[in-house]
């Protein structure tokens, strides 16, 4: 073994000090990042924790309200003048219940990654139509005029190939939001085009509007602006989560525009899709609730 003088000596513990040095600066870093890691983990447990509570809240007390309004029918309790009403209330109720669980439907499926596209010829038109007539009951309570400027047809083809059932989760959602969100009375405008390739989707409303702060966090999921006792408006976090996903699973974009005490503009880019298959065309005219009363979806 050869011996070192003294200057070689010192080179070479210089050499090993800095080598430590760098080791020790590399443990530091992964150190941090664990605990950035171990951080996340921790308010994602916390996040889940209150998700769970709130959705509870939210599945138990629509379901409460169906089966209670609807014993109290069935025992003819309730007089026959007031029958109307008690139906409008279950059906409001389990219209609530059935957003409520499509969302958590689909965001299982989005963890799980089972939600791959289903491709079919989707007529645009009568996809955004029907929306709109499934909230009818909502916009009619608040006295909201939803207006749709559909396609132009005689420059733009009537169907778009893409995955009909994440569009329409993509518009209950958008569509859901504009209403709760309006103030009563209040106007909500959807746009509809083709650009090229792209169909566009913008869903507007003039209401309370997103403070320029909260913009960037209303898309992670189980986040809401609002909690607690100051909570004033339907919904548990999932909604513009499950949007977000299910527009970049048909790689799509998804924009908002908003100004707080204005209104919103949330705009869905989405790509035609490409297949070498010979795809179905969708009907959206049939019914739309998970507890099917009629003819099921045609593809």
Do not use: W
Request: glycine share 6%; charged share 25%; proline share 3%.
């Amino acid at each position: 073994m050869k011996r070192l003088d003294d200057g070689e000596l010192i080179d070479e513990l210089k050499k090993r000090f800095e080598e430590n040095d760098e080791l020790l600066n590399t443990l530091k870093v992964v150190n941090n990042k664990l605990m950035d890691v171990n951080k996340r983990l921790h308010e994602s447990e916390a996040l889940k924790s209150h998700f769970l509570s709130n959705i509870r809240n939210e599945i138990v007390n629509p379901l409460t309200s169906i089966l209670c309004m609807s014993k109290a029918v069935m025992d003819g309790e309730i007089s026959e003048e007031m029958v109307p009403s008690a139906a409008k209330t279950i059906h409001t109720e389990a219209f609530n219940l059935d957003s409520q669980l499509r969302n958590v439907f689909a965001a299982a499926e989005l963890e799980a990654g089972e939600a791959a596209p289903i491709i079919s010829m989707v007529d645009v038109d009568i996809l955004v139509n029907g929306m709109i007539d499934l909230f009818i009951h909502k916009t009619t309570e608040k006295k909201i005029k939803v207006t749709y400027n559909p396609l132009d047809k005689s420059v733009e083809e009537a169907y778009f190939m893409t995955d009909p059932d994440k569009l329409q989760i993509i518009l209950i959602n958008l569509l859901s939001n504009a209403i709760e969100y309006s103030h009563e009375g209040g106007p909500v405008e959807i746009n509809a085009s083709i650009d090229g390739e792209d169909l566009n989707i913008s869903v507007i409303d003039h209401g309370i509007g997103i403070d320029e702060s909260d913009q960037g966090v209303i898309f992670d999921r189980f986040k809401q602006l609002e909690s607690g006792a100051a909570k004033g408006h339907l919904g548990h976090g999932l909604g513009a989560s499950v949007v977000k996903s299910m527009v970049e699973l048909l790689n799509g974009t998804i924009s908002l525009s908003s100004v707080k005490g204005e209104g919103s503009t949330f705009t869905v880019k989405i790509p035609k899709a490409k297949t070498d298959k010979e795809v179905p065309v969708f009907s959206g005219e049939s019914n739309e609730f998970f507890f099917e009363v009629g003819e099921e979806q045609e593809f």
